[in-house]
């Protein structure tokens, strides 16, 4: 990849820009080798520029909190874009819609929403990515999901376009939602209902109690590894893992929580290699096991 025009772009807008960039301390399982380019942008001019710059020439990932992803402990050949706060702001539209930067997190938008007395975001204060990343998954946990409560997406595509998408053109899916992989999501909006604050706050109270008291925290993890299956079971995928794989398993430093048999710990220094050794086998013991397939949530990045 020609990289002449990409450190002339550096210079010329001071940008927060590296080449050969370590990604481990950027994702939660803090795991990962090298990204080729690591682009940082300070605002949608910056990003514009470099996208119509770029040119689609290799790949390109768009990096949230790093608290769903598994990167491989080689070079990742392109470049990682990691949206700067400045693309994390919060208003109000009306009084029960809200617009969200995608840099923001899922917490500080559902503690935005309850400042402002508006209830059904209190679901993402219990999940630990953006705004960005909850968008890419159809994040919910407790019953709800983006999708039912999006009116639309703000983006921008890799040539520089900017668009506006509204939630009914896109088809959403359980952890996913089916959109031209060529766009970077600048904010989104949604809609609400009025409540009063202190029934947002016990609502959110609850939840949180019910987080903490199922899943570890503090750790280097990368959540729910698997998604639950649909239409095959009642089962979770924690329950499906419990009765499968022995609760002491571990390939080197990757291991399963005590905790939660869902969440995947590297306890220490885990490669790619020995978490991915992890993964599959746990997934071959549930399916030797109980005959149901399960499939990934997290996201490897190669």
């Not at 949206?83 to 559902?110: E, H, M, R, V």
């Not at 007395?117 to 219990?126: K, L, R």
């Not at 376009?161 to 031209?180: A, W």
């Not at 995928?237 to 609760?247: C, D, F, M, R």
Request: proline residues 2%; aromatic residues 10%; contains cysteine.
């Amino acid at each position: 990849m020609e990289l002449k025009d990409i450190e002339d772009f550096k210079n010329k807008f001071g940008a927060d820009l590296f080449f050969n960039f370590d990604i481990k301390k950027f994702n939660w399982f803090n795991i990962g080798g090298k990204s080729k380019i690591f682009f940082k942008p300070k605002d949608l001019t910056e990003l514009k520029e470099f996208l119509k710059l770029y040119n689609n020439r290799g790949k390109i990932f768009i990096l949230g909190m790093g608290s769903n992803v598994l990167f491989k402990d080689n070079i990742y050949e392109g470049v990682i874009i990691k949206l700067s706060n400045n693309f994390g702001t919060l208003s109000k539209l009306k009084p029960d819609i809200i617009i969200a930067g995608s840099a923001c997190s899922q917490k500080k938008l559902s503690e935005y929403a309850l400042e402002n007395g508006i209830s059904g975001f209190e679901f993402m204060y219990c999940i630990p990515g953006s705004v960005g990343g909850g968008l890419q998954m159809n994040s919910g946990c407790f019953g709800t999901e983006f999708k039912d409560k999006l009116i639309s997406i703000q983006c921008i595509d890799t040539n520089g376009n900017i668009k506006v998408i509204p939630s009914n053109k896109i088809k959403f899916k359980y952890r996913k939602i089916e959109l031209n992989e060529d766009l970077v999501f600048l904010s989104a909006t949604f809609k609400g209902n009025l409540l009063r604050k202190n029934k947002i706050k016990k609502l959110m109270d609850e939840l949180s109690i019910k987080k903490n008291n199922a899943q570890p925290s503090k750790i280097k993890t990368g959540g729910s590894t698997f998604k639950n299956p649909i239409d095959q079971t009642t089962k979770k995928a924690w329950e499906l893992i419990k009765e499968s794989v022995p609760e002491n398993i571990n390939f080197g430093d990757a291991c399963i929580s005590t905790k939660h048999s869902n969440f995947f710990v590297n306890k220490n220094n885990a490669s790619f290699d020995e978490m991915s050794s992890l993964i599959n086998f746990v997934k071959k013991s549930v399916k030797d096991k109980t005959g149901i397939n399960i499939n990934l949530e997290i996201k490897i990045i190669e």
